[in-house]
């Protein structure tokens, strides 16, 4: 059965995180530039950035791992569950210590203030914040591991709550340590301590819902190798959504120049905002669909599939509609009018979006139940072939107003793709979903007074 309670649950959390990361993305980076200044500032985010990189060295193994754990766990197979846990937990300290060795060697030899031009950062300061920050990157792949156990036990939103206990420490040490002036190097190592702790109370935490036992005993290749493939094709996602973040920007820089880039850059930062919120849906189902998964329960999955679908479109097309009433005096309002308002670019934006919604809501079903390979591979080659599509445009017109084009050419090929593949793992009808995806906000109405 599914669990409407659980999944308001997962939505109230996830909202919340993305509340918290809102907020102090506004109040940090004017706090970064009055304190510390744009160089100072601007060498932070050069280590955060290559920090950043480290956490694909996971290969979509967490997302996987927990995927199986949730329908293993649903089956009573807890053989299984320590199993994955197991091999996925050796994994992360093997490429973690792999990883620490390889960045202690080459530091032997190469200046990293030096090679990445690290001025206001000296270059022991430098090398301390690199290895405490990729400290910090695996402490939450770690912890990351630990939601497996409460997504199966649908203790999801709890989870979250920590991870946003996390996140406010973390922002709060970097608010006080930037603002008191304190030495850069004890910032760093500051910085990193509340993941470091909430992975103990998440471990811990987690026991009392499921024990975890930790052995070599439990480690098994043939397993391993099971899931190492649709972990690697997961990988396809962040590979392709850097090709549509950083290859259209590299493109229109290239192209047009840096004014067209902020124009292009501005106005999707607006709508992805909006994107992210819709994202939410998907994260909170997550869990729910893959319990159902595991125990065969497609009707529950099929009305998970619906109810998520229709709930995100009718969303999307809110905001939309919103938007175009109101957008350009918050656009100009969050800009403070350094950057013109184009209204074809914006309006072809959210036109993007309302496609967008439909085929990465349905995708939820993929992702959950690990049928992911057909729709990875279509996704990075779609990506690939957008940005030609941008190229064109770019060539034809000389401008970025028509460039959305490109991804609402896309989006539309995804959507017949990934929601036939949706409803067949479902056992469900296109007409059968279509209706009742249509008429979701009623269903909801009556869900929520009953």
């Known amino acids: 059965m599914i669990s409407i309670k659980h999944i308001l649950n997962n939505l109230g959390a996830n909202s919340f995180s993305m509340i918290i990361n809102l907020s102090f993305q506004i109040i940090l980076v004017p706090v970064f530039i009055i304190y510390w200044g744009v160089d100072l500032y601007g060498e932070w985010l050069v280590l955060t950035a290559l920090t950043a990189y ?22 009573n ?31 032997q030899f190469i200046d990293l203030s030096e090679l990445f031009g690290l001025k206001q950062m000296s270059e022991r300061v430098a090398e301390i914040g690199l290895i405490l920050l990729a400290f910090q990157v695996f402490t939450g792949m770690l912890g990351n591991l630990m939601n497996a156990v409460y997504r199966a036990t649908q203790h999801y939103a709890r989870a979250i709550m920590i991870g946003n206990g996390i996140l406010i420490a973390e922002n709060l040490i970097l608010l006080i340590g930037v603002i008191y002036k304190f030495p850069i190097d004890l910032i760093f190592i500051t910085y990193v301590i509340p993941r470091f702790i909430g992975l103990f109370i998440k471990y811990f935490d987690s026991r009392k819902y499921y024990q975890i036992h930790i052995g070599i005993k439990y480690i098994n290749k043939i397993e391993f190798k099971r899931i190492i493939m649709p972990s690697l094709y997961f990988l396809s996602f962040p590979i392709g959504n850097s090709i549509i973040l950083q290859g259209f920007t590299l493109l229109i820089n290239f192209m047009l120049g840096s004014a067209a880039v902020v124009l292009f850059n501005t106005t999707r930062t607006m709508v992805n905002i909006i994107k992210a919120g819709l994202g939410l849906i998907n994260n909170s189902v997550w869990p729910e669909m893959s319990l159902a998964y595991g125990r065969r329960d497609y009707n529950s999955m099929k009305k998970l599939h619906r109810y998520a679908v229709g709930t995100s479109f009718y969303f ?15 656009f100009l309002l969050w800009t403070d009018a350094r950057v013109e308002f184009d209204w074809l670019l914006f309006s072809t934006f959210l036109l993007t979006l309302i496609f967008n919604t439909i085929w990465f809501t349905s995708s939820v079903v993929l992702a959950a139940t690990n049928n992911h390979k057909r729709y990875s591979i279509i996704y990075l080659v779609s990506t690939f072939i957008s940005l030609g599509i941008a190229y064109c445009i770019i060539k034809m017109t000389g401008q970025v107003r028509l460039l959305p084009i490109s991804l609402l050419i896309i989006d539309i090929l995804l959507i017949g793709v990934i929601i036939k593949q949706s409803l067949v ?25 009953t």
């Not at 999307?316 to 918050?330: K, M, N, R, T």
């Not at 793992?425 to 929520?448: C, G, H, M, Q, Y």
């Open 54 to 75: 480290f956490s694909m060295t996971d290969i979509g193994l967490n997302t996987v791992t927990s995927n199986e754990f949730s329908m293993s766990y649903s089956k």
């Open 316 to 330: 999307a097309l809110f905001i939309v509609i919103a938007l175009l009433i109101i957008g350009e005096p918050l």
């Open 77 to 107: 197979n807890f053989q299984r569950c320590n199993i994955l846990m197991n091999n996925n937990l050796f994994f992360i300290v093997i490429v973690f210590g792999i990883l620490i060795f390889l960045v202690g060697f080459l530091l």
């Open 425 to 449: 793992i479902v056992n469900d009808e296109f007409n059968d979903f279509l209706r009742s995806a249509i008429s979701t906000p009623a269903k909801i109405l009556k869900s929520i007074r």
